[in-house]
């Protein structure tokens, strides 16, 4: 039998990681996941841990990494707020996973993050150009996230989700490294979740930049 991963979530008490954890619940797998504060938004599962801690503080980090099988880094800036910190808690959390030696990673940008001219049609192409030029701090940062989960080694896998919507799971999700996406693409925080939860369990990209959309 398959082993059940035991899954640490990073930015649980946004959109998309309410929905992971959602549905990591739903499959009755083990998680923990660290939050700024304590909330009623999530769903009640006796194998789900819900740590309060700092994203940036290096010992709730290595806490919530320790004897985990896989990492997921949902967390982000809320635009338009101009907080710059994805690139700090990456390499925070890739350290731990060095450390206790974690080998899968899931980490969530999107699909305007990077240079990546042969993913998007021309619109989005130059929607991305346009954040980096209005928000250049924001815009580095999550590059330098990205080049910290290219050189770090481990088995990740970088996943750039289109725009996000909270519409219902439909299951129906493509995806893949040669994936190209427009500006009027898009995804269900859920469906996202469960294609997360299914490259953990079944690996298809391991050390590869994924677009997808629903």
């Not at 690139?87 to 350290?95: M, N, S």
Request: net charge positive.
């Amino acid at each position: 039998m398959t082993k059940i991963p035991s899954i640490a979530v990073f930015g649980a008490s946004g959109g998309t990681g309410l929905a992971l954890v959602a549905r990591i619940a739903a499959r009755g797998w083990p998680a923990r996941a660290l939050v700024r504060k304590e909330s009623a938004a999530f769903v009640q599962s006796p194998r789900l841990d819900i740590r309060v801690g700092e994203l940036l503080r290096p010992e709730d980090v290595s806490s919530l990494v320790k004897d985990s099988d896989a990492v997921c880094c949902v967390f982000g800036q809320r635009l338009p707020a101009s907080e710059v910190f994805c690139a700090k808690a990456t390499r925070l959390v890739l350290d731990a996973m060095r450390t206790h030696g974690v080998r899968r990673l899931i980490c969530v940008t999107g699909a305007k993050v990077g240079d990546y001219p042969r993913n998007r049609s021309k619109a989005c192409q130059w929607a991305s150009r346009a954040v980096a030029r209005r928000l250049p701090a924001v815009s580095a940062d999550r590059v330098e996230q990205e080049r910290l989960v290219w050189e770090s080694g481990l088995e990740w896998t970088l996943v750039k989700p289109p725009r996000l919507t909270n519409g219902p799971r439909k299951g129906r999700v493509v995806a893949g490294p040669d994936r190209r996406v427009g500006l009027l693409s898009k995804i269900s925080r859920s469906d996202l979740a469960e294609f997360i939860l299914e490259e953990i369990g079944r690996p298809s990209f391991v050390r590869q930049a994924v677009f997808l959309a629903g």
